[in-house]
T-cell receptor, first 115, second 112 residues
Framework: ETGVTQSPTHLIKTRGQQVTLRCSSQSGHNTVSWYQQALGQGPQFIFQYYREEENGRGNFPPRFSGLQFPNYSSELNVNALELDDSALYLCASSSDRDRGDYGYTFGSGTRLTVV | TQLLEQSPQFLSIQEGENLTVYCNSS?????LQWYRQEPGEGPVLLVTVVTGGEVKKLKRLTFQFGDARKDSSLHITAAQPGDTGLYLC????????????FGGGTRLMVKP
């Protein structure tokens, strides 16, 4: 089975620009969550999508938005980029049937640098 | 303010030594997970603990969930250089699985 794949792996953007990050979930997983991991810190929950609808959101402003597609892949969009948005963005997928026992499968992340 | 506090933040030990990493909170979690993350990679799940007082073993790693489900520990016996990495605990507050709260991590270095 394939794992979670994220693209691109690295990205450099200018302050004020917009960015779209992509995630393909693991086969059989219908839930996708996005996390932001600043350098030297633990991941922070951004939001989760389940069956194409937002299913929980962390403490992030509305300029962070997302989508989930019928094939359960997902996008994270960030508008009006700020320097503090520089971080590793992680996508994690899970199945609603075994989430509690088996946790999440994380992708390798997209390293976003805002200059 | 982190809801989950991990200690120590950094740990550098010699191969063969034992160590314990702690994950503490004032909040109750329905389950708690431990992950290991290597540079340039995403976190990889090691274990999920659900029941208060639960102990799980994974080879040389022993995980314990506190009786009140507010804290957890990870003990590594006879550490090896391959154990080097960032260890993260993550709690699920409502068992809906839709939001994990991560600790700040413990960065472990095991020297040969």
């Amino acid at each position: 089975e394939t794992g979670v794949t994220q693209s691109p792996t690295h990205l450099i953007k200018t302050r004020g620009q917009q960015v779209t990050l992509r995630c393909s979930s693991q086969s059989g997983h219908n839930t996708v969550s996005w996390y932001q991991q600043a350098l030297g810190q633990g991941p922070q929950f951004i939001f989760q999508y389940y069956r194409e609808e937002e299913n929980g959101r962390g403490n992030f402003p509305p300029r962070f938005s997302g989508l989930q597609f019928p094939n359960y892949s997902s996008e994270l969009n960030v508008n009006a980029l700020e320097l503090d948005d520089s971080a590793l963005y992680l996508c994690a997928s899970s199945s609603d049937r075994d989430r509690g026992d088996y946790g999440y499968t994380f992708g390798s992340g997209t390293r976003l640098t805002v200059v | 303010t982190q809801l989950l506090e991990q200690s120590p933040q950094f740990l550098s030990i010699q191969e063969g030594e034992n160590l314990t990493v702690y994950c503490n909170s004032s909040s109750v979690f329905s389950s708690l997970q431990w992950y290991r993350q290597e540079p340039g990679e995403g976190p990889v799940l090691l274990v999920t603990v659900v029941t208060g007082g639960e102990v799980k073993k994974l080879k040389r790693l022993t995980f314990q969930f506190g009786d009140a489900r507010k804290d957890s520990s990870l003990h590594i016996t006879a550490a090896q250089p391959g154990d080097t990495g960032l260890y993260l605990c993550a709690g699920d507050k409502n068992n809906a699985g839709n939001m994990l709260t991560f600790g700040g991590g413990t960065r472990l270095m095991v020297k040969p």
